[in-house]
């Protein structure tokens, strides 16, 4: 069957055809996504609604999952939601022309094919599409058989980008909580905290050391809460000098000091309606502690230098890089105050006790820095992977940002191959060799799982149902193992040393 050819047909074909203005193929029924398999999705841009509707049915016929705009704009609103494998675009459109998307896809999302479709007459437009590195040109008059080998053999050249997309999206659905991704026990309890706390106006704190993220969770909080319309104000109590604490947090009137020219309100008074959060309240002296203490008991604020009382409406989220129960004990914090944050009590474990969270940390940071992005990035080598998984993180998540972005900038290609790490066993000054990082048990024993997983499949060179018989399991034990230590098998096909059953019969595998 014929597809339609070029632009001069379509007005009388119009006739006889139903208009489609868009169209939007969801998959079927009970179609669950994966990223070990991905069913790539194909984006049809076209303003003809006869090609639309071929090209549609075709590749829903195929297995594709399939979305269809009528312009370039359309498009390029479709490919900002990041699930699109593959663009099949007309050269002719209204507004922006093909060649000028085609070049928008490559600078902004590169590691997405592009499929053009021209007439005759368009053979200098193909020719440029082909230098701003689309995939193929197709020209009309084009057929089924056309159109289907074409699609195939480009997206089995962008496969791992299809996979990485996936995968993408896959921990972003099943791990995300506000901004922030784990798929550990522990962390999906503070999720559920914060679930249940974030419609009350209880007081919460969040205990955790160094760059282990109490600012989202606050945030998170917030942005849960019945206030979220109302403003998140932040203060670093420990970034403000005592001096300048309490007008920082009060406000303070005209006049009220050497300096205060004009009025200005506090910290809380600008949070009014919405939520106050109390970064490093560790720092905060005994003084300040119990002027704080009196506006949360009484829900009224005075500023300095002023005579009048400001009844103040505000959630409170307090946040402390140590155990201030420790503080309590030993005098440097008022019992009073620390029982009255204390309400809703909120830990968030060290990246060291939450190393499975690595891949997913990285994946998600290297898929929205602008830098990764724009050169295509699709990930970190294994070797990097494993330095990333045993390194202790004494800086958290931030320590672990910031390695990546010194190896973004330093990386040329899209797989970071190297990072810079401090030494986990450098030698101190007396000369002596420091005590190396020690692993929990568990992770030692999911890392050695994993190796044992890579080796085994491997010599079955990705053949799955063949390993899993090898280590006595079921095929769907085998895939959720893999599936928790990231492994893929097509990253193990063709490498056996053991010899394959059968050859493939699959006559599409041998063009």
Not at 178 to 201: A, C, N, Q, W
Not at 218 to 231: F, K, L, T, V, W
């Amino acid at each position: 069957m014929d597809l339609l050819h070029n632009k001069d047909q379509k007005a009388k074909d119009r006739t006889a055809q139903p208009t489609v203005t868009k169209l939007k193929v969801q998959p079927a029924d009970g179609e669950r996504a994966s990223w070990v398999q991905p069913k790539p999705c194909i984006l049809v841009v076209d303003d003809d609604p006869l090609i639309c509707e071929q090209l549609g049915r075709l590749y829903i016929q195929s297995g594709y999952r399939v979305v269809i705009v009528t312009s370039a704009e359309e498009a390029l609103e479709r490919l900002g939601l990041r699930d699109i494998d593959l663009v099949v675009t007309d050269i002719r459109l209204p507004g922006l022309s093909g060649v000028e998307l085609t070049r928008r896809i490559q600078e902004t999302w590169p590691d997405v094919a592009v499929i053009v479709i021209t007439g005759y007459a368009d053979i200098r437009n193909a020719v440029e599409v082909l230098k701003l590195r689309a995939s193929d040109y197709i020209v009309k008059p084009f057929n089924v058989a056309a159109i289907q080998e074409s699609t195939r053999i480009v997206l089995e050249k962008a496969w791992v980008f299809t996979e990485i997309r996936h995968l993408r999206r896959f921990l972003k659905e099943q791990w995300e909580f506000g901004s922030m991704l784990s798929k550990t026990p522990e962390m999906h309890r503070v999720f559920e905290v914060i679930r249940m706390v974030s419609d009350t106006d209880m007081t919460v704190l969040i205990e955790g050391e160094t760059g282990t993220g109490k600012e989202l969770v606050a945030s998170a909080i917030h942005c849960q809460s019945q206030r979220r319309e109302g403003p998140f104000v932040t203060i670093n109590c420990a970034g403000v000098p005592e001096t300048l604490l309490e007008s920082e947090l009060f406000g303070y009137q005209r006049g009220a000091f050497t300096g205060a020219d004009q009025a200005r309100p506090g910290k809380i008074e600008l949070a009014q309606g919405g939520t106050l959060f109390l970064d490093e309240i560790e720092s905060m002296s005994l003084a300040m502690q119990a002027k704080l203490l009196r506006v949360l008991e009484e829900k009224k604020l005075q500023r300095l230098g002023g005579g009048r009382a400001v009844q103040i409406d505000m959630r409170v989220v307090a946040a402390s890089n140590v155990l201030l129960k420790d503080l309590v004990d030993r005098g440097q914090m008022r019992s009073d105050f620390y029982y009255r944050i204390n309400v809703i009590p909120i830990h968030l474990a060290p990246l060291r006790e939450r190393r499975e969270d690595i891949p997913l940390l990285v994946n998600d940071f290297l898929n929205h820095h602008q830098v990764a992005v724009s050169k295509g990035m699709t990930g970190v080598s294994h070797q990097v992977m494993g330095q990333l998984m045993q390194y202790s993180w004494p800086g958290n998540i931030r320590e672990l940002q910031n390695v990546l972005e010194r190896a973004i900038v330093m990386t040329n290609g899209r797989v970071i191959g190297k990072v810079d790490l401090p030494d986990m066993a450098s030698p101190n000054q007396a000369g002596k060799s420091a005590t190396p990082t020690l692993l929990p048990l568990r992770e030692w024993l999911n890392m050695q799982e994993k190796q044992y997983l890579r080796q085994l499949l491997e010599a079955f060179g990705g053949k799955i149902a063949l390993a899993a018989r090898s280590l006595g399991v079921d095929v769907k034990t085998l895939y959720r193992k893999m599936s928790l230590h990231g492994l893929n098998k097509k990253d193990f096909q063709g490498k056996a040393p053991v010899p394959l059953l059968s050859e493939s019969k699959d006559p599409v595998r041998k063009s």
